[in-house]
């Protein structure tokens, strides 16, 4: 499976900020995924992210709120936009696998105060 | 509309026993059904997967049974251990969606 780093691990932001997370894999995939994962709750997609083209968003989550830049095969980052308290969240990178799985990072832990 | 419902919310059994956990899927597009063990401060890892053309598939003590025709699938954790108390989430994709769907997770908690 691909060893996917995230960073930052966990992080304090401020209402009203932007954070930008890092996602960088250890070999070269096609498609890159940005989950939510909310405290206690499941994972949501919030957009799947292509080398070359611009990312698709799920529903209920806009470009404005949560860029996502794809300059390479191996690296993604995700923005958080004008943060609120509802953006605290567990953000998880996911790369495809073999075999039509994904793999997951670590995880961003994100509190908003 | 949920694609994948799972049950129970949460789950506490004795060390030594049987955990299981349920799913049930809509689109009979799915063809691919994996799980994923999450443990506290750490990002879902990859536990077991099948597709529909089994009806079983065993790794160690963790087993997925899979019923095509009721559309369900269920994890199945044999010598149930304290080291096992995670939360589990089954979710299903299919190729041509290229997507997951998720389970609303199962919290697992194996008392010693």
């Known amino acids: 499976s691909a060893v996917i780093s995230q960073k930052p691990s966990r992080d304090i932001c401020q209402r009203g900020t932007s954070l930008t997370i890092q996602c960088q894999v250890d070999?070269?995939?096609?498609?890159m995924f940005w989950y939510r994962q909310q405290p206690g709750q499941s994972l949501t997609l919030i957009a799947t992210a292509n080398q070359g083209s611009e990312a698709t968003y799920e529903s209920g989550f806009v470009i404005d709120k949560f860029p996502i830049s794809r300059p390479n095969l191996t690296f993604s980052t995700l923005t958080v936009s004008n943060m609120s308290p509802e953006d605290s969240s567990i953000y998880l990178c996911?790369?495809?696998?073999?075999?039509?799985?994904?793999?997951f990072g670590e995880g961003s832990w994100l509190t908003v105060v | 509309q949920q694609q994948v419902k799972q049950s129970p919310q949460s789950l506490i059994v004795q060390k030594g026993g049987i955990s299981i956990i349920n799913c049930a899927y809509e689109?009979?597009?799915?063809?691919?059904f994996p799980w994923y063990q999450q443990f506290p401060g750490k990002g879902p890892a990859l536990l077991i997967a099948i597709r529909p053309d089994v009806s079983e598939k065993k790794e160690g003590r963790f087993t997925i049974s899979f019923n095509k025709s009721a559309k369900q699938f269920s994890l199945h954790i044999m010598d149930s251990q304290p080291g096992d108390s995670a939360t589990y989430f089954c979710a299903a994709s299919s190729d041509n969606f290229n997507k997951f769907y998720f389970g609303s997770g199962t919290k697992l908690n194996v008392k010693p």
């Open positions: 070999s070269q995939v096609t498609m």
């Open positions: 996911s790369v495809e696998g073999g075999g039509s799985t994904i793999y």
């Open positions: 689109n009979t597009a799915f063809d691919y």
